[in-house]
């Protein structure tokens, strides 16, 4: 179906024309909208739903995580990262030389539940090297008080509560 344009047009004229016609046609072929916001909700409840799968899975994951513990922050502060925290018992925690080392981790006798070995738990021998670890898995349930001994006085110290 061509539209009737007198011979004697400009070109101009005749490509208009065009135009409109091809314009009327994509107008009938337009979809309720009605059909779009239904789609675009049935969208948003899916990604809702794949939402609070993804959040799940990864609180049952953190929930069997171990904890790695920087010894030494990235700015170079004589800290723990992070310093207070709580794990299951027998969870494992990392203890990673980052900065400003050398570093141990020495858990205080007295704050330490009752019948807990502090010697036992500690890492009284530094670490020297970048990236060394120390691992271990508290399964007495209460909380540790723990520190560096070298870095103690700088305020290197914090707690692990296990439940």
Not at 13 to 39: C, G, L, N, W, Y
Not at 128 to 152: D, I, M, R
Request: aromatic content about 6%; some cysteine.
């Amino acid at each position: 179906l061509k539209p009737w344009v007198a011979p004697d047009s400009p070109p101009q004229v005749k490509h208009i024309k065009m135009q409109t016609i091809r314009a009327s046609a994509a107008a009938r072929s337009v979809r309720p909208a009605s059909r779009v916001v239904k789609a675009q909700a049935s969208l948003q409840k899916v990604a809702q739903v794949a939402g609070v799968a993804v959040s799940s899975f990864a609180l049952t994951l953190a929930a069997h995580a171990d904890v790695t513990v920087k010894l030494g922050a990235d700015s170079g502060a004589l800290v723990f990262e992070p310093a207070n925290f709580t794990v299951k018992a027998g969870e494992a925690i990392n203890f990673t030389n980052n900065a400003g080392f050398p570093h141990n981790v020495v858990f205080d006798e007295d704050e330490v539940p009752a019948g807990v070995n502090a010697d036992a738990i500690s890492r009284d021998d530094l670490l020297n090297a970048p990236g060394e670890t120390f691992t271990v898995k508290l399964t007495t349930p209460g909380t540790y008080g723990y520190y560096c001994e070298p870095h103690q006085g700088a305020g290197m110290v914090g707690k692990i509560t296990v439940q």
